[in-house]
């Protein structure tokens, strides 16, 4: 017997409940639940049946199949861990503008040449003749390229059968409509029922697809939530536009590590990988400048330096000013307030500004240390040596915590010409070409600087050659 009911569905994620509520329970949103009239079924028993193919042994089953095979864009192959395995399902978010279209072209032609396979792009939201200009001004046009402009999921379904991709690469899964579902392209039941559509030819056909995905004004992925958890792999392509620098971060990644970024450059004529972009947050000066200070971050695998610069100014205002970019600006007015309780420095009223160097974020704890140091040189007007890193997590008794991979971090330090170091104690085994000074609470680490090789007044600073 079938029970007449009503319930109630999540706009945002399509999370269902028993009854009306003003938060929903998977995504978290307020006022998105919204009243769903239908039947409800009870429980019913399933009859066993055939399985379609008898189980293995783990050790016998065949992995040479479903190895990743490389896009032909190394940062990226990096981020997805080796390439793209076969029925692989990849959303790549990413701001209007950022370079989701120009990345994907480059892919879409990498595959085309080394790949006996053709590659389909499939673009909702241009004409075909727009894609092909912007192909030709990038230099990404090859005879195994395959365009279609069309935002009829049947229509791209037609167009796989004839062409035999691959690679399928959709642009942008908002654009595309599902004659078996209901509402406008981009509503949640098209795009959920588009995106089902999508996984299920791919792992039927082991065709890799990438679709491309808007975001919000918050930098989430527009649309329903259950868009991340159907698919296999979520890219956050990020970028600001002020800066040629790109990043493409992983956010879920089934066949790899989920933590993993690779940077890019995009330019006029096209995007490419930067392999080393350690140089693109440092500011090379010519002389030691007060208030900087350089850490070493660890995104994934990859061990990145960054500067942090910090202003200190006194303030007319009854309310100094807290300004903050590149950092997470909680943990700074964290640091600002262990910094003048725990080593006496009166920061309380004056303004402070701290940024990082090259449009990089960064939010991990391993960086207090620095943006600790930049505050207080910045004060006494001390300039720290041009060959001085810092790496540690302050915490709100003065302490200098250690962090994870200390070692990795310092010798990609040393690798990029730095000579000195001040480290948690404790932190394990530390790589040779590097001299190391621990420091057990922000008190000694600040006596500590003072001491390393470089350190000088702001009127008596030497060239770091000197």
């Known amino acids: 017997m079938v029970r007449k009911g009503s319930s109630y569905r999540c706009a945002e994620c399509g999370h269902e409940v028993a009854k009306w509520v003003g938060r929903c329970p998977e995504c978290q949103a307020w006022g998105t639940v919204e009243e769903r009239a239908g039947s409800r079924a009870p429980i019913a028993t399933v009859a066993a049946g055939a399985p379609s193919s008898p189980a293995k042994p783990i050790a016998e089953v065949d992995v040479e199949a479903s190895r990743a095979k490389p896009t032909g864009v190394s940062e990226l192959d990096r981020v997805l861990g080796g390439g793209l395995v076969p029925g692989v399902v990849v959303l790549l978010a990413g701001e209007p503008g950022v370079g989701k279209s120009t990345l994907l072209l480059e892919v879409a032609y990498q595959w085309a040449a080394r790949s006996e396979a053709a590659a389909l792009y499939v673009t909702g939201e241009e004409s075909a003749g727009q894609v092909r200009l912007r192909a030709e001004r990038t230099g990404n046009v090859h005879d195994r390229m395959y365009l279609a402009a069309e935002s009829d999921l049947a229509a791209v379904f037609g167009h796989v059968d004839d062409v035999k991709p691959g690679l399928l690469i959709v642009d942008s899964v908002q654009t595309m409509s599902s004659p078996q579902a209901d509402g406008a392209p981009g509503g949640v039941t098209q795009v959920r029922a588009v995106t089902a559509a999508l996984v299920a030819l791919a792992k039927e056909r082991g065709l890799p697809v990438v679709l491309v995905g808007h975001v919000t004004k918050e930098g989430s992925v527009a649309g329903p939530r259950v868009l991340e958890h159907l698919v296999d792999v979520v890219l956050h392509f990020e970028g600001d536009k002020h800066s040629t620098l790109r990043m493409v971060r992983g956010v879920k990644n089934r066949f790899g590590a ?139 008794a003065g302490e200098v915590r250690r962090v994870t991979g200390v070692g990795r971090r310092l010798a990609e330090a040393a690798r990029l010409g730095f000579t000195h170091a001040l480290v948690p104690p404790d932190s394990g085994p530390l790589p040779d070409g590097i001299k190391t000074l621990e420091v057990g609470d922000l008190a000694s680490a600040l006596r500590a600087v003072e001491y390393v090789p470089g350190t000088r007044p702001a009127d008596r600073t030497a060239s770091p050659s000197a």
């Not at 850490?295 to 100094?320: D, I, N």
């Open 258 to 396: 989920a933590d993993e970024i690779g940077c890019f450059e995009l330019h006029d004529d096209g995007i490419e990988g930067v392999p080393d972009p350690s140089g693109l947050f440092l500011n090379r000066h010519a002389e030691a400048v007060p208030g900087t200070a350089v850490a070493v971050t660890v995104e994934g695998k990859r061990p990145l330096l960054c500067e942090v610069q910090a202003l200190v100014a006194e303030s007319a205002l009854p309310q100094p000013r807290r300004a903050v970019s590149g950092l997470d600006s909680a943990r700074v007015s964290m640091v600002l307030a262990v910094l003048e309780k725990r080593s006496g420095n009166p920061i309380g009223g004056k303004d402070v500004y701290t940024a990082t160097v090259g449009g990089m974020k960064v939010t991990e704890p391993a960086v207090d240390l620095a943006v600790a140091l930049a505050v207080w040189s910045g004060m006494r007007d001390l300039a720290l040596s041009p060959r001085l890193v810092a790496i540690g997590e302050v915490g709100l």
